[in-house]
């Protein structure tokens, strides 16, 4: 199990309350996806459940089945929006994996080949820019 309990003053935690904003590319009943701030490719995005857990050690089985579909979608969608050659789906439990937002989600990354990632939460990225890229993520879900 996680090492510590949910604590709903997390950033994903006050997004899903509509507290800050978001680019956000897909919301269903049990999913919300967005662009992170500072992404380590152009289109990094990340697909987070509605239901509240702190990772993957304490998530519940019912809602990660209900999260993976999401990830695929965006996934595919990402890779045909940013004409990527591959995407690298991320997702880290506790500080010593290197996370820093403590509620459940996936990072889907576009990738391109012999291209290194830039670093993790390294360099926070403009609005126009992240508002363009979800556009375009938006844009291929929609065909
Ligand atoms: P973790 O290390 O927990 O897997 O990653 C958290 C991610 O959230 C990082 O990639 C970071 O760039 C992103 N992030 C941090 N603060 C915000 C925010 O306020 N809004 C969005 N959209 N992403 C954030």
């Given at each position: 199990m996680s090492d510590q309990a949910y604590d709903s003053n997390n950033i994903f935690g006050k997004i899903l309350r509509g507290e800050i904003p978001c680019h956000r590319v897909y919301e269903d009943a049990d999913t919300l996806a967005f662009m992170d701030v500072?992404?380590?490719?152009?289109?990094?995005l990340l697909v987070i459940p509605k239901?509240?857990?702190?990772?993957?050690?304490?998530?519940?089985p019912a809602v990660l089945s209900k999260v993976i579909p999401v990830v695929q979608k965006l996934a595919r969608a990402a890779k045909d929006a940013f004409e990527a050659d591959g995407i690298t789906v991320i997702q880290f439990n506790e500080p010593a994996s290197g996370?820093?937002?403590?509620h459940l989600h996936f990072h889907v990354i576009p990738r391109y080949e012999g291209q290194a990632l830039k670093p993790h939460s390294g360099q926070m990225e403009n609005n126009e820019v992240l508002a363009a890229n979800a556009e375009k993520i938006i844009g291929e879900l929609g065909n």
């Open positions: 500072m992404p380590q490719s152009p289109g990094h239901v509240p857990s702190r990772n993957i050690l304490d998530a519940d996370q820093t937002v403590y």
